[in-house]
């Protein structure tokens, strides 16, 4: 997984409770990405991060926010967990100067919300 | 705005059949295509791109897929298909602004399944 990796793994919550899921990578890639995977949906684009302190808003951004103090970490929080965002969460990291927008994904967080 | 469409979300072959997975774009400008396989419980790895250069793009584990601009598609292929190669693909499209927007539109999917 192209030296990403992602915690937790697996998490299980309740409605109304904050989580952040963490995504670490040793590429020293500038962009990272986090993305949520739901059947009939593919994944889809909840925020992004162009460097340290950078961010901006993707497809599903919506009761998710992120931040990014150093270029190997970027975290999501759910402020408020709803039971609408279980899902898998992905994290994936690019970097432009190397080639063309190719992306490297994470192997996932399983996150149930009940 | 970008966006990809892949006709058929489950696909079923049998052991040794041709496996071809489609998958149509839409982009204002001329894009970066990509080919995404997820195996049970795991991330995505890249299969194969294209970004412009030969229109037919070998990518790993004997797949293949070739660019035509006048069908907007992206189809990808592999002449036999192997027990392995049973997982869910997705296809993707960039507008290939290289340092600006570099963000990927996925499919919904195509789940493949191989027939012994």
């Known amino acids: 997984d192209a030296g990403i990796t992602q915690s937790p793994r697996h998490k299980v919550t309740e409605t109304g409770t904050p989580v952040t899921l963490r995504c670490h990578q040793t590429e020293n890639h500038r962009y990272m990405y986090w993305y949520r995977q739901d059947p009939g949906h593919g994944l889809r684009l909840i925020h992004y991060s162009y460097g340290v302190k950078d961010t901006d808003k993707g497809e599903v951004s919506d009761g998710y926010s992120v931040s990014r103090s150093k270029t190997e970490d970027f975290l999501l929080t759910l402020e408020s967990a709803t039971s609408s965002q279980t899902s898998v969460y992905f994290c994936a990291i690019s970097e432009p100067r190397a080639s063309t927008d190719t992306q490297y994904f994470g192997p996932g967080t399983r996150l149930t919300v009940l | 705005a970008q966006s990809v469409t892949q006709l058929g979300s489950h696909v079923s072959v049998s052991e040794g059949a041709l496996v071809l997975l489609r998958c149509n774009y839409s982009?204002?400008?001329?894009?970066?295509l990509f080919w995404y396989v997820q195996y049970p419980n795991q991330g995505l790895q890249l299969l194969l791109k294209y970004t412009s250069a030969a229109t037919l793009v070998k990518g790993i584990n004997g797949f293949e897929a070739e660019f035509k601009k006048s069908e907007t598609s992206f189809h990808l292929t592999k002449p036999s298909a192997h027990m392995s190669d049973a997982a869910e693909y997705f296809c993707?499209?960039?507008?290939?602004?290289?340092?600006?927007?570099?963000?990927?539109?996925f499919g919904t999917g195509t789940r493949l399944t191989i027939i012994p």
């Open positions: 993707a499209v960039s507008d290939g602004v290289l340092g600006g927007n570099e963000k990927l539109t």
């Open positions: 982009s204002s400008v001329p894009p970066y």
